[in-house]
């Protein structure tokens, strides 16, 4: 899958819309009518905007088709919240059309109170808020699964205002995967080759069936650990392995990043957001699979993105989104390196540092990389499949060796452009994430499924 540039376009137009002063806001508002029309026409929907109705009596924002259904929307972009007259009125038109035509209002301000408590009664009309508008333009829900999303719900429970939340996580809590303390000895199934002052210590293994892989781990301010697996976000006590959902939001891929207001950026389907017990905000989009969060500078938070090697060759593109606190702040770094990246990594004194598949480079952080200046040799023996930074110029690097199943951790040095055998585990499939503790102590989550078709984690703590 490679960066979807319409997706990447829609998100500037809607940015620059973001961005009109207060006196413009009519001239945006008709401008913003042509551009749902756009965005729903991304998606394979037959859409067009500014229609006029019957004797010229009525305008319609939007006219658009889905799954059988015709479909008239009103987009509202004011400073107030839309009340219950504008929804009213647009389900009194709904009569002078065919019977089984739907509406749609799109209140970029959200909803009164008012109109929340009676949507009940004009079920006829979806209602959409900004929220849901911005998860469409990067991609994060795009309309024909909303639309799906929100008909199901609605089908069930009535009403016609569904919250981005309860689209994106599941109407049922998915079961708790198990796992148990591994006991020293004979019960640890990986044989370590631990480095000079490296001790490296089982905690925890899988217990019972599991179906995902972990493909992320962070840490908590009170020392949990954090999974990202594709049923959903999972807490884990290291010492007990204690388990419970964090977050049941699904298909999320990679490390989350906790911040200190108790939500949580995270990658899903090509798109970034924030998740929290406020809700869930769209944060940035038109990312290809290969995309995940990572930490910056101070408290920075931003997403790698990789389509491959630059240049005319491969016409690939690797970049550096910063996400802000909306989807309008978002900003792409674009990183010009003729390599494939295995990882990316931001260290604290903003030194960009890619793992490449032949050489690895260093950059500093700017609108504007070119990786091809500051290489160095790639990491010896080790694919790196999961990366964690230390310090100003120490990245930590841990993956698979050859075919094997045997992995190794690597320390890189970005000063000396140098690297350090830390670990070398025999009996392991893969190291899928890193994380590190208040006290340095680094996690490692291995999976040692060896022939099995099916995932099966395994935590160690390394110390040094």
């Not at 006196?23 to 401008?31: D, I, L, M, Q, S």
């Not at 913003?32 to 965005?39: E, I, R, Y």
């Not at 035509?101 to 959409?128: C, H, K, P, Q, W």
């Not at 697996?229 to 392995?241: C, E, F, H, N, Q």
């Amino acid at each position: 899958m490679t960066v979807d540039e319409t997706q990447l376009r829609l998100i500037a137009e809607y940015q620059r819309m973001r961005r009109e002063p207060a006196a413009r806001a009519k001239a945006r508002g008709v401008c913003f009518n042509g551009f749902l029309a756009q965005v729903l026409r991304h998606d394979g929907l037959d859409a067009v905007s500014d229609q006029r109705g019957l004797h010229g009596r009525d305008e319609t924002d939007v006219v658009f088709y889905f799954d059988g259904t015709h479909y008239i929307l009103e987009a509202k972009w004011t400073k107030k919240r839309v009340s219950d007259d504008p929804i009213g009125k647009l389900h009194r038109r709904l009569r002078t059309r065919q019977t089984g035509v739907r509406g749609v209002m799109v209140s970029m301000s959200r909803y009164t109170r008012d109109a929340l408590n009676t949507e009940e009664n004009f079920a006829d009309v979806i209602l959409l808020d900004g929220s849901h508008v911005e998860a469409m333009v990067c991609g994060l829900l795009p309309p024909q699964q909303l639309l799906h999303q929100i008909l199901s719900v609605t089908t069930r429970r009535g009403g016609s205002y569904v919250p981005l939340a309860d689209l994106l996580r599941p109407a049922m809590t998915p079961d708790l995967p198990r796992l148990r303390p591994t006991l020293a000895g004979s019960d640890d199934p990986v044989t370590v080759q631990a480095g000079p002052g490296v001790t490296v210590t089982p905690l925890l293994t899988a217990h019972g069936p599991w179906t995902d892989t972990a493909s992320g781990m962070a840490v908590t301010k009170n020392g949990d650990l954090l999974w990202t697996l594709d049923s959903g976000i999972l807490r884990v006590a290291p010492v007990t392995g204690t388990t419970s959902w964090h977050d049941t939001l699904q298909l999320c891929y990679g490390p989350v990043i906790p911040r200190s207001d108790d939500t949580l950026i995270a990658v899903r389907a090509g798109a970034a957001l924030r998740t929290g017990p406020t809700g869930i905000t769209a944060l940035g989009g038109g990312f290809n699979t290969f995309s995940y969060a990572l930490p910056g500078t101070g408290d920075d938070a931003w997403v790698f993105s990789s389509t491959g090697p630059t240049g005319e060759v491969y016409k690939g593109s690797h970049t550096l989104t910063r996400l802000g606190d909306t989807l309008a702040d978002s900003a792409p770094h674009s990183i010009e390196f003729s390599g494939g990246v295995h990882q990316a990594a931001i260290t604290p004194a903003g030194t960009v540092y890619l793992s490449g598949g032949g050489d690895s480079v260093t950059a500093d952080l700017a609108p504007s990389m070119d990786g091809n200046t500051g290489w160095f040799a790639s990491v010896p023996v080790v694919t790196p499949t999961t990366s964690l930074v230390l310090d100003d110029h120490t990245v930590l690097l841990a993956g698979r060796v050859g075919n094997g199943i045997e992995t190794a951790v690597y320390a890189a040095d970005t000063r000396t452009r140098s690297y350090s055998q830390l670990a070398r585990l025999h009996g392991t499939y893969d190291l899928t994430a890193v994380a590190r503790d208040r006290d340095g102590a680094i996690y490692l989550l291995a999976d040692i499924r060896g022939n099995s078709p099916t995932p099966h984690p395994h935590l160690l703590r390394l110390t040094r």
